[in-house]
């Protein structure tokens, strides 16, 4: 079993940063695929980053790639991820997911555990 649980989210302007941790319990963790998904308010729940127990192979969605950069520090049990230069459609709820298979995957449904989310909003 796996418990993951977010923080670091809170409100900032547009072009600032924000740096989301996902704390992972658990021995598995550091064999574990991880990602981070977001649902914007009556949005579906979309696809951000994700990184294979290794660190590589690692995925980006095209809407924050050059922006946002996954890392994770296995000694820590934490998963990361950097945002920089957000944008007001970046608000939404993130998610950190852990996927028993190793390799990173962009498909929501091969992830086993979910955070329960932190709340991040942009302002213009």
């Known amino acids: 079993q796996v418990q993951l649980v977010e923080s670091g989210g809170g409100l900032v302007q547009a072009g600032g940063s924000l740096r989301l941790s996902c704390a992972a319990s658990?021995?598995?963790?550091?064999?574990?695929?991880m990602g981070w998904f977001r649902q914007a308010r009556g949005k579906e729940r979309e696809f951000v980053a994700a990184?294979?127990?290794?660190?590589?192979?690692?995925y980006y969605a095209d809407s924050v790639k050059g922006r946002f950069a996954i890392s994770r520090n296995s000694a820590k049990n934490t998963l990361y991820l950097q945002m920089n230069s957000l944008k007001p459609e970046d608000t939404a709820v993130y998610y950190c997911?852990?996927?028993?298979?190793?390799?990173?995957?962009?498909?929501?449904?091969?992830?086993?555990?979910w955070g329960q989310g932190t709340q991040v909003t942009v302002s213009s």
């Open positions: 990184s294979s127990w290794r660190g590589d192979p690692i």
């Open positions: 658990g021995r598995t963790f550091s064999t574990y695929a």
């Open positions: 997911a852990a996927a028993k298979g190793s390799v990173a995957t962009r498909q929501e449904y091969e992830y086993d555990y």
